[in-house]
């Protein structure tokens, strides 16, 4: 074991013993049956049943009508590659170390990750979609008994006779080829990881290629404009005005014309997963299987949509780290069925759950929470009432930041643009994050309290992002500078 592994592991093991209880119980003596979804740049609002009077998602409504949706989700940061790894992992960014242009996830950390965990407890493991990271060579062998990458880039994938297919409708066909080799004598644990609705970034002109069976959806709908005035990244420092999140908004959404063709095209994204997973849910039926097969439904990260004047994630807005996130247990009682859950849950509790779920006990490594406890409506007095966030991607254009979101209160800190970069947001009085309180004398104490607050849980899950305490920042701007004297 690795000096740095062996740092990380025992982070975890104090963030379980101070942040949360986890007592094991006895395996299950019928594991059910997982299939986990997961979409991409898909916000907490954007679903029917959390009231959005647009956007058709009637298969994921079910779910929530039939099961639990939370209404306090989020991820700690707020990009696909590390959301993903920490889903994956249990493991927050600076404990796993990976996002975009980082070294694979390291072999120790991949051995206890919820598809190998549950694998080696007899689990038939699949994976179908954007896998999203890297990881050693032969981890997908050692992680699934069957692994389907698929891409966009482009979205319609040429068929062997000639005609195209939309990727999303491939997902679905692959996720029933996998349901044809399952049965009720081995548990399965099915993960689907759409690229939907993540624009297409190679192609200008059409950002969000929707299948042909959600054509002419929303066509006679009038989109209201986003959620906050497309002027307020005005109000923030300079280093935000050359940031990822304004250069992508001249692509998508800087004219009422590009608004209204690119939030329906997104929209249809959307609605045609959603459509895939009712293909998928319904071939689990026709298997028999449906009785005893868990469903989840998360997003891998928010969306700005155009609001703030943002294309994009990134950064600490609610926008970027508040996700959807539907459980479906058939063994839940009816008394729990149909409810909306507000307790703070977070993408690194889904390892947890899945791997609880079906082994009856939560990895030591793993720094989420099981949540079943709240899917059968209990109120554990020990619950998180916040959480650390973070975003380490080294990138000119994307600010590095760390954070805490409370119920209450939001505090980030783009913590290489101090002290210009630093926020304090009161959600009773600002739900929507407008008003900047770093300066305001009434709140000084909040400030000092969070940044504390801060500082403290960066230390469980790995300290101050520097050099020297992340060998792997060392190796990435290494890699820079060779590339760059080349």
Not at 64 to 84: K, L, P
Not at 425 to 449: F, G, T
Request: a negative charge; aromatic letters at 12%; hydrophobic letters at 35%.
């Amino acid at each position: 074991m690795s000096p740095r592994f062996a740092l990380r592991m025992l982070a975890a093991v104090v963030a379980c013993v101070t942040i949360c209880s986890r007592p094991a119980t006895a395996q299950p003596e019928h594991p059910p049956n997982i299939i986990y979804f997961l979409s991409d740049d898909h916000r907490a609002d954007f679903l029917g049943c959390a009231g959005h009077p647009i956007v058709k998602t009637p298969v994921i409504d079910g779910l929530a009508a039939q099961g639990v949706r939370f209404s306090n989700a989020f991820v700690t940061t707020s990009i696909c590659a590390a959301s993903r790894a920490t889903i994956l992992t249990g493991l927050w960014e600076r404990s796993h170390e990976y996002t975009f242009g980082m070294p694979p996830i390291a072999p120790e950390i991949v051995d206890h990750s919820y598809p190998v965990v549950l694998r080696e407890a007899g689990y038939r493991t699949g994976f179908v979609g954007k896998f999203g990271v890297s990881v050693p060579k032969g981890a997908p062998e050692q992680m699934f008994d069957s692994f389907v990458p698929l891409n966009r880039n482009p979205y319609f994938k040429k068929q062997p006779d000639g005609s195209e297919r939309h990727l999303t409708d491939i997902v679905g066909d692959k996720c029933i080829e996998f349901l044809d080799g399952c049965s009720a004598a081995k548990p399965f644990c099915l993960s689907v990881s759409f690229n939907a609705a993540h624009a297409e970034d190679s192609d200008k002109e059409n950002h969000y290629p929707w299948p042909p069976a959600e054509d002419g959806l929303y066509e006679d709908v009038t989109i209201p404009p986003p959620l906050v005035d497309t002027e307020y990244w005005k109000t923030l420092p300079a280093f935000f005005h050359k940031a990822m999140h304004r250069t992508r908004w001249f692509w998508r959404w800087d004219t009422p014309e590009k608004y209204q063709h690119n939030v329906k095209a997104y929209y249809r994204m959307i609605t045609g997963l959603d459509r895939n997973m009712g293909r998928v849910l319904r071939a689990l039926q026709e298997k028999g299987l449906d009785g005893n097969t868990v469903v989840i439904f998360s997003g891998d990260n928010g969306y700005y949509k155009g609001s703030r004047g943002f294309a994009g994630k990134w950064s600490h807005f609610d926008e970027s780290l508040r996700v959807p996130t539907v459980i479906y247990d058939p063994r839940l009682p009816d008394k729990d069925r149909g409810r909306v859950d507000d307790h703070i849950v977070l993408n690194v509790d889904l390892p947890a759950t899945m791997v609880a779920m079906g082994t009856g006990q939560v990895p030591s490594s793993y720094q989420g929470r099981d949540l079943t406890p709240l899917l059968y409506g209990e109120d554990p007095a020990d619950w998180r009432t916040d959480f650390f966030c973070e975003h380490l991607m080294d990138r000119f254009d994307i600010p590095k930041w760390e954070g805490v979101r409370g119920e209450r209160f939001m505090y980030a800190r783009y913590f290489e643009n101090l002290p210009e970069g630093e926020f304090l947001h009161d959600h009773k009085h600002d739900p929507l994050e407008e008003v900047n309180l770093r300066d305001d004398p009434e709140y000084a104490h909040i400030l000092q309290e969070m940044r504390e607050r801060c500082d403290e849980l960066r230390e469980v899950y790995g300290g101050e992002y520097s050099i020297e305490r992340f060998p792997t920042l060392k190796y990435l701007r290494q890699q820079k500078q060779q590339q760059n004297q080349k």
